[in-house]
């Protein structure tokens, strides 16, 4: 991965300048596959799309400008929101999105919900983080400054994601079948997993008019992570060209089968 210049994005309320990271190459090299559709590429990096201004005065959600301009002048990063953020952005809608209950705030809403499903999923604890932090210090890792460098790691997760995805996998097993699960979800207090199933939920209703094979992975998945097994088994039976998505299909029929919501591993990383 080659880190690329910084871009200039302007808060569509106060118009005060915020920089986004960028790259300038990347590839999928020791890419992870995510049964709720989250891909984590460490040489191809995410950067976020939907925002809250970071000038204390302002504070509005927005959606990140894709045309960004190189930055030639000083101003804060735009990061990640957390689950908190993601709650309030989707109650408070964007800045930027239009009016409430068009196509675009539509659409806006419906791809905050799936970010805050992935970010619940895909979660890391402050404990883990910091413990991730001092063993890379202990080996002498480079790799600290430069992933703190070239990402804005307030989100715990995201440090995660990035370089400590051992400390929260494990494995299930039963009759002799296994899936690799990531435990996002698996310390939620009682609260938390109402936030997490009503969200769940909605996004089901919102995708219920969308047939193609990727929605169907999607519906079939939020069914199995609130619990509802069989009807993420008969919305997989529905999937269309099933061979093309056959890894996915049978990791999740099998995570189904072992009864765990949690989300699991498409791929066999040992």
Request: charged share 30%.
């Amino acid at each position: 991965m080659l880190p690329g210049r910084n871009l200039k994005i302007k808060c569509p309320a106060c118009r005060k300048v915020h920089l986004q990271r960028s790259i300038a190459s990347g590839n999928t090299i020791g890419t992870f596959y995510f049964s709720d559709g989250k891909r984590l590429a460490p040489m191809l990096p995410e950067f976020p799309h939907f925002v809250k201004c970071q000038y204390d005065k302002c504070g509005v959600f927005f959606t990140a400008d894709n045309t960004a301009l190189w930055a030639f002048t000083s101003g804060p990063f735009v990061r990640f929101l957390t689950i908190d953020e993601y709650v309030q952005a989707i109650n408070i809608g964007l800045f930027n999105s239009g009016k409430k209950g068009g196509e675009k705030w539509n659409k806006d809403i419906l791809s905050l919900r799936i970010e805050l499903w992935r970010a619940f999923n895909h979660r890391v604890k402050k404990k883990d983080f910091d413990e991730m932090i001092e063993q890379m210090k202990n080996d002498g890792a480079d790799e600290v400054k430069i992933m703190l460098k070239t990402f804005e790691f307030n989100d715990y997760r995201k440090v995660g994601q990035y370089y400590g995805l051992n400390l929260r996998v494990s494995k299930i097993t039963q009759d002799n079948m296994v899936v690799s699960v990531i435990e996002g979800m698996k310390d939620t207090d009682s609260d938390e997993k109402a936030v997490y199933d009503d969200n769940c939920r909605e996004i089901i209703s919102l995708m219920e008019k969308k047939s193609d094979a990727v929605s169907c992975l999607i519906n079939a998945e939020l069914h199995r992570n609130i619990g509802e097994y069989d009807m993420c088994k008969s919305l997989l039976k529905k999937i269309e060209q099933p061979e093309k998505y056959q890894r996915a299909i049978s990791t999740i029929n099998t995570a189904c089968d072992v009864k765990t919501t949690l989300t699991v591993l498409l791929q066999n990383f040992a």
